[in-house]
């Protein structure tokens, strides 16, 4: 079925608003259970807005303790709140705009892995080679170990930053708490493993440990939320779902991806060839560059 946008203004209107962002199943989104695409109705900032409160600018990063050390910190916390926007999970830019006004906007792809989620969208990468356009990878561990070579080749390219998705991709949680229908991590010492484990890997492959975090869906709790921030990474969320877990056809992609505006973070999938993402991200690098957009890496 081809779902325009017009189409999905109908579904809002009428009160079915659903959001599948990230992968929807432990390996990779799940097309058949797609629900309607979202549509973001927030006002656009005319200037640049004030620093959100609960967002102060960034500092210097410090040395990361040990994971052990985090885990003891945490244990026998609890959580008190679940989703894909908490706060201390970053889903904008701290900078929505060029000194010269023009909006910036920042292109993150995931990667999840395992059965169904471990492809690799060469017609996306190329593409965002060819157009010169910067994108962080967040790439999961089971992918990272399917693909050694290329990540190794991706993480030596300028135009790449890459980032941590998670060892099992699994939603980030102290108490099993599910997104999607998938349990999240168990307990505070599986939440910093699922954290910690491609961090090491990554760091091992890259030679540079990741900076950004973004679990398995997208959704924390609070306190695991905190253990990111903890091993020294920062939560990623989103603003903008690029393509509904790499379901979209080109035209919505293309729609939503156009939808971005000044420090919006827009969601999308690289582990998906085939799917509709690769030729409506980049027709809509040309077109939103064509607006005045700077396309920018993210730089939390
Ligand atoms: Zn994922």
Redesign the pocket.
């Known amino acids: 079925m081809t779902v325009t946008r017009r189409s999905l203004l109908a579904v809002l209107a009428v009160g079915a608003v659903g959001t599948l962002a990230?992968?929807t199943t432990s390996g990779?989104p799940d097309a058949s259970t797609a629900p309607p695409a979202p549509i973001r109705t927030r006002p656009r900032p005319s200037a640049p807005p004030p620093p959100h409160p609960l967002e102060p600018p960034p500092a210097a990063p410090a040395p990361a303790p040990a994971p052990a050390q985090v885990a003891a910190r945490h244990a026998n916390t609890r959580a008190g709140a679940w989703g894909t926007s908490l706060p201390g999970i970053r889903s904008s830019l701290h900078v929505p705009f060029e000194p010269d006004g023009r909006p910036r906007v920042a292109w993150t792809f995931?990667?999840?892995?395992g059965s169904g989620?471990d492809g690799v969208d060469h017609a996306l990468l190329d593409g965002l080679r060819g157009a010169g356009v910067p994108a962080t990878l967040?790439l999961?561990a089971r992918w990272v170990e399917r693909h050694p070579a290329l990540t190794s080749e991706l993480a030596a390219e300028p135009l790449f930053v890459l980032a941590n998705?998670?060892t099992r991709?699994l939603p980030l949680s102290v108490d099993g708490a599910d997104a999607y229908g998938i349990r999240g991590t168990t307990s505070v010492d599986e939440a910093v493993a699922e954290v910690w484990g491609n961090h090491e890997l990554l760091a091992g492959v890259t030679g540079a440990p990741p900076r950004y975090f973004?679990s398995?869906?997208?959704h924390y709790d609070d306190v695991s939320v905190q253990i990111v921030h903890d091993l020294g990474e920062l939560p990623i969320g989103f603003t903008v779902n690029g393509d509904g877990g790499a379901t979209y056809d080109a035209a919505t992609v293309h729609a939503e991806f156009m939808s971005a505006g000044p420090g919006d973070i827009v969601i999308a999938?690289l582990?998906q060839p085939g799917s509709g993402t690769a030729q409506g991200a980049i027709r809509a690098a040309t077109d939103l560059r064509a607006h005045g957009v700077s396309l920018v890496h993210l730089d939390l």
Do not use: E, M, Q, Y
């Open positions: 990230g992968c990779g995931d990667a999840c892995g989620g967040f999961n998705h998670g991709h973004r398995g869906t997208a999938h582990n």
